[in-house]
């Protein structure tokens, strides 16, 4: 069974004439009858009642009709994947990366790309993690771990972490804190596995100070939630939840606290032009949607 064959039944179907698909498929009209004729033989089944001015399909023809086009179907999927892959694109990519990340940045930038675009799968992964999953048949991976040297990669983002407390805090009228206030104050914070928690422990450590932890979260979305109940100041570098007001961290020289996003993929890819294309508008959806204070630096 060719699919060239296929390809002519299904466009006599369409048509409902020989004559019409024989002129639709530039094919002479004996020819495309004797091969209409030896699909049936192959198949053993009269596919066509051809009693009638019109060829109308036999119950035969209507059970074997959804199969063909499912067969045709396949086959032009399967030609597009070959091409794709011969010129560097995928398909489907599947990109690792933490939680946060894939909450707030990668869903966000997905949600702007249009059907043209390759399909994306997401798996959550630590932080440390993330990299790991490469190995494991993730074709990119975000984090905020550096990747290893064996990778490719290019730097994403530098998102600064918050302090986040509620409207009636004293505060709230303040857009950023220094690291000295921030340590004398009751603190929600993540555990030491999130980057956010070690940037934060090495930025008390260098102003020679020390905090007190209300509570240590596994989860961003916690640590919000506990802020918003009116436990302490939570310091994440999510966006936003539960009505909270963000403020940056100023270290001891002024600047603020960012924790930087990596992207990294194994160098030989088939894919490559696709996850380049990924990582490169990543980093400029970040600029768009935060503001030219988080480009990265390579």
Avoid: N
Wanted: some cysteine; overall charge negative.
């Amino acid at each position: 069974m060719e699919l060239r064959v296929l390809r002519y039944f299904l466009t006599i179907v369409e048509t409902g004439s020989v004559t019409k698909a024989a002129e639709e498929v530039r094919v002479a009209q004996p020819s495309l009858s004797r091969q209409l004729r030896g699909l049936e033989t192959s198949l053993g089944m009269t596919l066509f009642d051809r009693g009638g001015k019109q060829l109308v399909l036999t119950a035969a023809g209507r059970r074997f009709l959804p199969l063909a086009r499912d067969l045709v179907a396949r086959a032009d999927a399967a030609e597009a994947a070959v091409g794709a892959l011969a010129a560097g694109r995928a398909m489907r990519i599947t990109v690792a990366a933490p939680p946060t990340t894939i909450t707030d940045v990668i869903a966000p930038f997905l949600a702007t790309w249009g059907p043209e675009d390759p399909l994306v799968t997401v798996q959550a992964e630590s932080p440390a993690h993330a990299y790991q999953a490469l190995a494991r048949g993730a074709d990119v991976a975000v984090s905020s771990a550096p990747p290893r040297r064996r990778f490719a990669g290019l730097p994403v983002a530098r998102l600064p972490l918050w302090a986040y407390v509620r409207a009636d805090h004293a505060w709230a009228d303040r857009d950023r804190v220094t690291i000295e206030e921030l340590a004398a104050e009751p603190l929600i914070v993540l555990t030491p596995a999130h980057g956010t928690r070690r940037i934060l422990d090495h930025a008390v450590q260098d102003a020679d100070a020390s905090y007190d932890i209300v509570l240590e979260c596994d989860t961003p979305h916690v640590a919000q939630a506990m802020a918003a109940s009116g436990h302490g100041i939570a310091v994440v570098s999510d966006d936003p939840r539960f009505d909270l007001h963000p403020l940056l961290i100023l270290d001891g020289a002024g600047e603020p606290l960012q924790i930087h996003l990596h992207a990294a993929w194994d160098a030989g890819h088939y894919a490559l032009r696709s996850i380049e294309a990924f990582a490169t508008g990543l980093a400029r959806f970040c600029v768009e949607q935060y503001g030219p204070q988080v480009t990265a630096r390579g």
